[in-house]
């Protein structure tokens, strides 16, 4: 090891979920170790899996916690003690065994417990906000129903937000809208907000990384394809309440859709109540290397999300990268930055949430003259690659020279 490479800080993020998969953490992590730092993640698992594990050179530490304290307590960190203590516990003996010099936080849950530790072993902290967190969790659907109503009635994110991200030494977001939401309504200072967008790996979303099989499997379908989190926040339900009038024109439709469901929102049954089940596919959850190959097998990317809050208007879903690097036709919503940057690079077409015969309409009208829109589609996603930066590797710069102006305590 260099004497450049000694002095680079010891980096622990802290990451509320099981790990892996999540695909931007990831790309971070594996940026920081190219560029010579060590790095270490602390997670849960609910999963039989090893506390240690060198995964791709990132030192993971995992804690053991049942899926149902999770989904009970995670919500309800800023009125209950019990979650919050248990994560205190297992991050002080993660950054003390690590000798952790920076402190990287994956969203905002946790990052007083960051500060505490920061101020006691001397370590910078960098809050990672891979949500407008205080914007976003009202706005879901565990914070809007039952006991959920009454929790979000006595957790002040927004105090929260404003306390912790002002004490941070590096605050991330993931576009300049929202960094000028963070400035604006949460006050932080310019020069400590950094835009990180969650762009696409150069290497997974390519050409040659696509499997022949899968696109075999599609080939007589006309596939409307989604990856992610599924829940009332997604718009999945517009799309699948345009199927029965879409199949009247494109009888060959399939829905097929990759991620995970939320607690409360089941796209599946939904597909039964209207019936269209036998239209609709779910292929469980995909790694970040297996998309290339469904995009592909796909005639169209979609994600119409409700355009309610600042959050949604004011980012571009990692998914839109990914169809776009595979130069797909894209669906959308008119949530402002995502409706913008399709109708502004002709990537597709926008449609109103909730305007179900809009959405159909759109739809019948691409695969109507699919071959001719999705050649012109595909030219204008190619256009724009090679004019703009929408991949990892050039988005990720700004990150990694914050971090090259720190140097490690141990010289």
């Not at 000028?180 to 990384?209: C, H, M, Q, W």
């Not at 109103?352 to 695969?367: E, K």
Request: aromatic share 10%.
């Amino acid at each position: 090891m260099s004497a450049r490479q000694q002095k680079r800080p010891v980096v622990g993020m802290i990451l509320e979920r099981d790990f892996p998969p999540d695909d931007r953490p990831e790309k971070e992590a594996l940026s920081l170790i190219k560029a010579g730092y060590e790095v270490h993640l602390l997670c849960f698992t609910w999963q039989n899996r090893p506390r240690y594990e060198n995964y791709k050179g990132i030192h993971i530490t995992r804690f053991p916690i049942s899926k149902k304290v999770y989904k009970k307590l995670s919500a309800a960190y800023l009125v209950q003690p019990f979650y919050r203590a248990l994560w205190k516990r297992q991050m002080e003996r993660f950054v003390s065994e690590n000798r952790i010099e920076v402190i990287h936080m994956h969203d905002l849950p946790m990052t007083d417990i960051a500060h505490e530790l920061a101020a006691r072993h001397g370590c910078r902290v960098v809050c990672d906000q891979h949500e407008y967190w205080s914007n976003w969790i009202v706005n879901t659907g565990h914070y809007n129903r039952g006991l959920g109503k009454v929790v979000k009635a006595f957790s002040d994110w927004k105090h929260y937000e404003r306390e912790n991200l002002s004490k941070a030494d590096l605050v991330i977001t993931v576009t300049e809208p929202l960094r000028a939401l963070y400035l604006e309504e949460v006050g932080l200072a310019a020069e400590k907000v950094i835009v990180v967008p969650n762009t696409p790996s150069r290497d997974i979303f390519r050409r040659e990384n696509v499997n022949p099989e899968i696109v075999e499997k599609y080939k007589n379908y006309f596939v409307l394809f989604y990856a992610g989190a599924m829940d009332v926040l997604r718009g999945l339900d517009m799309i699948i309440d345009a199927l029965p009038e879409i199949e009247k024109k494109v009888p060959h439709v399939r829905l097929v859709l990759a991620g995970r469901f939320s607690k409360g929102f089941d796209p599946l049954a939904l597909a039964r109540e209207r019936g269209v089940e036998h239209l609709v596919e779910f292929v469980g959850w995909l790694n970040v290397e297996q998309l290339p190959s469904y995009i592909a097998a796909a005639r169209v990317g979609v994600f119409t999300p409700p355009a309610t809050r600042d959050e949604i208007n004011n980012t571009i879903a990692t998914k839109i990268y990914q169809y776009l690097a595979m130069g797909k036709p894209i669906l959308t919503s008119e949530a402002k930055m995502m409706h913008d940057f399709v109708s502004k690079n002709d990537l597709g077409c926008t449609v109103n949430h909730g305007d179900v015969r809009g959405c159909a309409a759109a739809i019948i009208r691409l695969a109507e003259n699919y071959e001719q829109r999705s050649a012109e589609i595909a030219r204008n996603a190619a256009a724009l690659i090679n004019r703009e930066p929408i991949f990892w590797d050039q988005t990720i710069s700004d990150m990694l020279k914050h971090y090259a102006s720190w140097e490690s305590r141990e010289g």
